[in-house]
């Protein structure tokens, strides 16, 4: 087998149809049996948050898969924004390569009528919005979360256009929405369009109309701060990661210019999605961001967020039924990490973790959950790929369902391991 035939196999792991993505897997997979291509070497390293091009990404779900398979993990998730579209054929992908895998989805929720108001927690843009994490996906309800997400990708649908408008009017522009930028995701199949799809669009424009190189980076500089890290990537015009690097850098920086707030359809409040996510067995976190100071990703400012109140917004979370917290232990300083787990321990909480994946920049592997002070998030992870079998078959075996200790559900859900 030439390297030629595998590489072609590996570059339609991305092919428009399911069906011919899948079949690529197939494909590389009977190589891999016959030992034509080398079997990575795989620890217990996890990732149960990785982001596919059904939300914004380089991976298809099933390409999710064989890079999560090739750094070695040894299981995965898939979560991607206001969509289940990619579930199905990640879970497909998973039984080609023999390799578990754990599904989700991650939306955003206001909580502006609660105790903690309109103050920013975790989500960037907007006050009084924090984002939720949507684990442990059993298959039979997969219909149930299309049919709750409905009314979130239409009025996500009616802003993303918005927010269109406001980037042309900004830049000068004349992006169409469905021509330059619905066609950049998968909406057609269930995905979500997002605004790191308007501004891939706008990336790819910017890049048609300066180039890449000096003139593209005097441009930015009179529009945005641009970071000096991104613009030494910026400086090289024959990187592979060019039109990512450059969205980042607009995600950074641009948003604030052009955005529309997002209405309570678009992003429910969260007693609703916790009681979705109860009836349905499924398990809801609150996604804790904290402080930045250096953003890992480079797409973030440094900026305050949920610290100076994180008792009250933990206690307030906790009182409207969340039964678990997930964090990123790469993104957050010792202290902060410590803190969290603090307050977790403290309400019985479970601990989720992933490092959520959408560049071609990132590691699939979370080196920080090497520690051995993590260990408890690796356990989580495997809980989660159980409770989703365990649900499938009585959704009264479900994590939200089962009136059990935290100790004791872990005990219980390795029956299905």
Request: a negative charge; charged letters at 30%.
């Amino acid at each position: 087998m030439s390297e030629m035939k595998i590489d072609d196999l590996v570059i339609n792991l991305n092919a428009p149809e399911k069906e011919e993505r899948l079949g690529a897997l197939q494909e590389l997979k009977k190589l891999i049996d016959e030992k034509k291509i080398e079997s990575p070497e795989t620890g217990s390293d996890v990732n149960n948050h990785i982001h596919t091009t059904f939300s914004f990404s380089p991976y298809s779900p099933t390409k999710a898969v064989f890079e999560a398979w090739k750094a070695g993990l040894c299981t995965a998730g898939i979560i991607d924004h206001d969509s289940v579209g990619g579930v199905r054929e990640f879970a497909e992908a998973g039984k080609i390569m023999n390799f578990p895998t754990t599904s989700g989805f991650e939306l955003r929720s206001t909580h502006s009528h609660t105790a903690i108001g309109m103050r920013k927690t975790n989500n960037p843009d907007q006050g009084g919005i924090s984002y939720l994490t949507f684990h442990g996906l059993p298959a039979t309800v997969i219909p149930n979360v299309e049919e709750f997400l409905k009314p979130v990708h239409k009025a996500r649908d009616e802003r993303n256009r918005k927010m269109c408008a406001n980037l042309n009017n900004l830049l000068g522009f004349d992006m169409d929405y469905d021509r330059d930028v619905a066609t950049l995701s998968q909406s057609k199949y269930g995905g979500s369009v997002t605004e790191r799809h308007l501004l891939f669009a706008v990336a790819k424009r910017m890049v048609l109309e300066h180039g890449k190189g000096e003139a593209l980076i005097s441009y930015l500089k009179g529009l945005i701060t641009l970071d000096p890290k991104v613009e030494k990537y910026l400086s090289d015009t024959q990187s592979i990661f060019y039109e990512y690097d450059l969205m980042g850098a607009l995600k950074a920086d641009l948003v604030e210019k052009f955005y529309v707030p997002a209405n309570e359809i678009e992003c429910p409040k969260m007693e609703n999605c916790i009681k979705f996510a109860d009836e349905n067995g499924i398990i809801v976190t609150y996604a804790y961001l904290g402080d930045i100071g250096q953003s890992v990703t480079g797409d973030k400012k440094a900026a305050k967020f949920e610290d100076e109140f994180l008792d009250e917004l933990i206690e307030t979370v906790v009182g409207l039924g969340f039964k678990a917290i997930s964090y990123m232990p790469s993104r957050n300083t010792r202290a902060q990490l410590l803190r969290i787990r603090a307050l977790c321990e403290k309400y019985n909480l479970l601990q989720v973790s992933g490092e959520d994946i959408n560049s071609p920049r990132q590691k699939f592997i979370c080196e920080s959950l090497r520690d051995p002070l993590f260990s408890n998030l690796l356990d989580t992870t495997w809980l989660l790929i159980e409770q989703e079998k365990a649900a499938a078959e009585d959704i009264n075996n479900s994590f939200p369902k089962l009136k059990l200790s935290l100790e004791e559900k872990f005990k219980f859900y390795e029956k299905w391991r």
